[in-house]
């Protein structure tokens, strides 16, 4: 019976990590270039890769989600919604949450 629940947890944790890591490269993806350093940030290209890379050894080279390059990968995800997703959005960065759009597009 624990098995069975440990597995669950398991599969859980992986699709989670999962629609994290691709929510995560989906956004960056559409965010304009100039926004990153803007922000203050690094590089859209080195986001881009860090997302990336994390999202293919989920995919691809070890699915269990503690395994430790996809804890880094998780944690690398995270981090660019929590800290580096709200400052491009407030530089302007994507199609909502900047200050000159009213609701059927700019002023």
Same mark, same amino acid.
């Given at each position: 019976?624990?098995?069975?629940?440990?597995?669950?947890?398991? @599969?859980? @944790?992986?699709?989670?990590? @999962?629609?994290?890591?691709?929510?995560?490269?989906?956004? *960056?993806?559409?965010? #304009?270039?100039?926004?990153?350093?803007?922000?203050?940030? /690094?590089?859209?290209?080195?986001?881009?890769?860090?997302? *990336?890379?994390?999202?293919?050894?989920? /995919?691809?080279?070890?699915?269990?989600?503690?395994?430790?390059?996809?804890?880094?990968?998780?944690?690398?995800?995270?981090?660019?919604?929590?800290?580096?997703? #709200?400052?491009?959005?407030?530089?302007?960065?994507?199609?909502?949450?900047?200050?000159?759009?009213?609701?059927?597009?700019?002023?």
């Amino acid at each position: 019976m624990f098995g069975d629940f440990q597995a669950l947890l398991m @599969l859980g @944790l992986a699709i989670a990590a @999962l629609a994290m890591k691709a929510y995560a490269v989906f956004d *960056a993806i559409r965010v #304009p270039t100039d926004a990153f350093p803007a922000a203050g940030k /690094l590089t859209k290209p080195i986001w881009l890769g860090i997302l *990336a890379v994390a999202l293919i050894i989920e /995919l691809a080279v070890f699915p269990s989600p503690l395994f430790f390059g996809n804890l880094l990968g998780t944690v690398g995800a995270a981090v660019y919604l929590v800290d580096v997703r #709200p400052a491009v959005r407030a530089m302007g960065g994507g199609r909502r949450g900047s200050s000159n759009d009213g609701p059927y597009g700019s002023w």
